[in-house]
């Protein structure tokens, strides 16, 4: 793991910006898989100004979610909701380029077989786009006895059920469809975005290299291909 660190997160999501646009011009079709939350938050809103100087930029690329609520009562606060109007809308990207998520689907476990079909298809991730979870999560990924490798309900940890996403949804969602561990493994190269507050410590855990299920995130170390931006103003480095 490549790590680099940057005094905010306007200079981290520059920095992540060019990886991405230096990987579309490699490859117009990319299949981007796209966190949602606030770490990547400034680097969609600097595709979207790319995307205004250069109206063809994202015109064969592909995006699928790394994860999705279950439960919420509205579509505000959906990562679909989030994706769309950061990334579907500003970039342009058509239906048939988009490979959502349905949370509301009423066998569950068929959609995580749909997804994983579409992955199987469409794959693999040509590059991952993550956050840290303040637990060390990766997409609905939790710290847990056993990883699971593929497009799973998860559980989510009370942390989770806290994140700002749904900070004002009526019910709080227990549970979250996600991508597996070993499909955000396979992807060709990731992206691990670190900023935002009360992850200075699951952040050292991080940086030790020290691979464990107690933070999920530290299994990247075993990728060949991933970097990770921190933003240091938090963490004492
Ligand atoms: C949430 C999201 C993840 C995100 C992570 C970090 O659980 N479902 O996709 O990567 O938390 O979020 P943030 O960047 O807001 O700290």
Not at 12 to 41: F, H, R, W, Y
Not at 203 to 211: A, E, I, M, Y
Request: proline share 4%.
């Amino acid at each position: 793991m490549n790590i680099s660190y940057f005094s905010n997160t306007k200079t981290m999501s520059q920095k992540a910006a060019a990886i991405v646009l230096e990987d579309l011009e490699k490859n117009a079709s990319l299949l981007l898989c796209a966190a949602t939350g606030s770490s990547p938050n400034i680097l969609y809103q600097l595709l979207g100004e790319a995307y205004e100087r250069q109206t063809t930029l994202f015109q064969k690329a592909r995006v699928i979610p790394l994860d999705e609520w279950i439960g919420l009562a509205t579509p505000k606060g959906t990562c679909h909701a989030y994706i769309q109007e950061k990334l579907l809308l500003p970039l342009h990207i058509s239906k048939d380029r988009y490979f959502g998520f349905n949370a509301e689907a009423d066998d569950l476990e068929k959609e995580c077989n749909r997804i994983q079909k579409t992955l199987q298809q469409e794959g693999p991730i040509d590059l991952c786009i993550l956050g840290l979870g303040k637990n060390g999560h990766l997409g609905f990924n939790e710290p847990a006895t056993e990883l699971k490798s593929h497009c799973h309900v998860a559980i989510l940890a009370p942390q989770s059920q806290e994140h700002s996403m749904i900070g004002s949804a009526a019910t709080k969602p227990t549970k979250g469809l996600t991508l597996g561990m070993q499909d955000i493994l396979d992807s060709k190269k990731i992206l691990l975005l670190v900023s935002g507050d009360g992850k200075e410590e699951v952040t050292k855990q991080l940086r030790s290299g020290d691979v464990s299920n107690d933070c999920p995130a530290t299994w990247l170390w075993n990728h060949s291909n991933v970097q990770c931006l921190v933003t240091h103003d938090k963490f004492v480095l």
